[in-house]
């Protein structure tokens, strides 16, 4: 099922993109590398299923800030994406744009693996290789640079070479494949931003063995993607290897990272994108090593409890959780994961206690004021649940979700034209362009629309006419 959805992905792909025509050879400067970026953020959204619930998001995001923080001065605002595929693969679009896939992160084990792969993408970017690539390729647009990405981010054989037929994504997709000067510069880059960052280098190295181990295990058409975009494993690993052995003495006094926020998000994740039953066997697995560290065994009880919930286990679910906040005492985003849990199985009231805790001891947390909106809504406390709503969309703009609640709550309210509003916002960040077309154009018909929201829609209106031309 999930190949005959790639391949859906990727006829809708072909379809959305081989009307274009080729635009002018141009120079790929900062501006322009800017606003293409802003286009295939669209179309990105289009072509790849997302996972962006806010705890998700904001995690890795806030991952990558503090990478940027270190990093310095950038040209443009980085967006960082988990793309929902079971292929080890990551891969950075023009202006910032990082995707990392759910496959790649499967494979890692502590978070400091994911740091160094991030910061590696971001090297890529800070020093430019992307545009410099797609400069030596002449003629470009957004429409080919997404048939080059897609190219490499599918990566599935014939289905790529499809994507590459009549166009100048070849030529593209050529260039985003990083050399070896390329790959040692961000190698660099990131072993010394990781240690700016107080982290020890060693997630590079063990990284860079699991590429490496990965690689020599696979052969023809199955070597993954990231390998072929990102190649030379054993030369990276060397030279990462050497730079740590130099700075043996200095590295010593790094403190291991705490991996409860990496372990979260991966279980989180994996209990979303992988059938159930594999799930369980490979959790009960690693569970049964008898070397397992403590809080390792502990995150893996919080990956059932995931499990469980997907499967409406409900009280086994609440059973694996309060194991993990009894390790975790002081982790607020476990109370919204328990708070999820009652309200999931019906306990409104329960759910509202542990929602509203949560909420007062981080405010800054995004999931906790979502599924507050959420239980609000369903409380029948509209206005409540629209001012939680709009919090969350002030700092997730483009979450496409938070609009159809907010859709979702003016249809309870009976608000009609607002509703078809907000409903649009929801299409256009799905990338559902004809929809969100047809309800903003319902929404300016319907008596009752908010006179603010008008203006807005004539900018959307004019998103969409720019997304269909390139």
């Known amino acids: 099922m999930k190949r005959v959805h790639t391949f859906f992905v990727s006829c809708l792909i072909i379809c959305f993109l081989q009307t274009v025509c080729v635009q002018r050879a141009m120079a790929f400067t900062v501006g322009e590398e800017r606003e293409m970026g802003e286009q295939l953020l669209y179309q990105i959204r289009l072509a790849f299923p997302l996972l962006d619930d806010p705890d998700i998001s904001q995690y890795i995001n806030d991952l990558g800030g503090d990478v940027l923080e270190i990093a310095g001065f950038q040209y443009f605002d980085y967006h960082f994406n988990i793309i929902h ?42 020093a430019r290789h992307i545009a410099k690539g797609m400069d030596s390729g002449g003629k470009i647009t957004a ?30 997709a050529a260039n985003l494949h990083f050399s070896r000067k ?42 993954p993607q990231y390998l072929l975009t990102h190649p030379y494993p054993d030369e990276r690993l060397d ?72 499967e409406n286990n409900f009280d086994s679910s609440r059973k694996y959780l309060q194991e993990v906040i009894n390790y975790y005492p002081h982790e607020s985003i476990l109370l919204v994961d328990l708070g999820i849990v009652e309200m999931e199985s019906g306990n409104k009231e329960r759910a509202l206690s542990l929602l509203r805790t949560a909420y007062d001891k981080d405010r800054d947390d995004l999931w906790a004021t979502f599924q507050l909106a959420r239980l609000w809504i369903e409380l029948k406390n509209f206005e409540k ?24 709550l003016k249809a309870e309210q009976g608000e009609s034209a607002n509703a078809a509003f907000y409903l649009g916002k929801y299409n256009l960040y799905e990338g559902r362009l004809r929809l969100a077309k047809h309800n903003f154009k319902l929404a300016l018909k319907t008596e009752g629309l908010q006179e603010k929201y008008k203006a807005e829609i004539m900018e959307m209106e004019e998103i969409i006419e720019k997304l269909k031309k390139n």
């Open 85 to 126: 595929s079971p292929q080890f693969n990551a891969f950075a679009a023009p202006s910032g744009l990082i995707f990392f896939y759910s496959g790649l992160v499967e494979k890692m084990n502590h978070e400091d693996e994911l740091v160094s792969v991030l910061a590696h993408e971001i090297g890529h970017v800070v």
């Open 143 to 172: 429409a080919t640079t997404l048939l080059a990405l897609a190219s490499l981010a599918l990566g599935i054989g014939a289905i790529s070479q499809a994507l590459l037929t009549g166009s100048l994504a070849a030529g593209q």
């Open 182 to 223: 390329h790959e040692e510069e961000a190698d660099r880059l990131a072993y010394g931003w990781m240690k700016e960052m107080g982290r020890h280098p060693r997630g590079q190295e063990e990284m860079l063995h699991a590429m490496r181990r990965i690689g020599r295990y696979s052969m023809g058409d199955n070597i």
């Open 239 to 310: 030279y990462v290897q050497s730079l740590i052995l130099f700075e043996e003495e200095e590295l010593q006094d790094f403190e291991a990272t705490d991996d409860f926020e990496f372990l979260r998000m991966k279980y989180r994740i994996l209990s979303m994108v992988k059938d159930g039953k594999k799930l369980r066997n490979l959790l009960h697995n690693h569970l049964a090593k008898e070397s397992l560290p403590k809080n390792e065994q502990i995150m893996l009880h919080y990956g059932l409890s995931q499990l469980d919930l997907m």
């Open 385 to 408: 649940a629209e001012q939680f709503l709009k919090e969350v969309q002030a700092d997730m703009p483009d979450y496409s979700k938070v609009y159809y609640e907010i859709g979702k």
